[in-house]
């Protein structure tokens, strides 16, 4: 995280925003998954 940090300070290069994205997309589908888990049962 600290380097990707600093490769995002100096000037983000395409490949960590899509990092970036993927792992915030993958942390916010996980958390309505698992709210939708815990409302259905």
Known sequence: PINMYMQVRD???????AISFLLIAGTSVF????LWGKRKS
């Open 11 to 17: 000037g983000s290069t395409p490949v960590i925003n």
């Open 31 to 34: 958390a309505v998954a698992s």
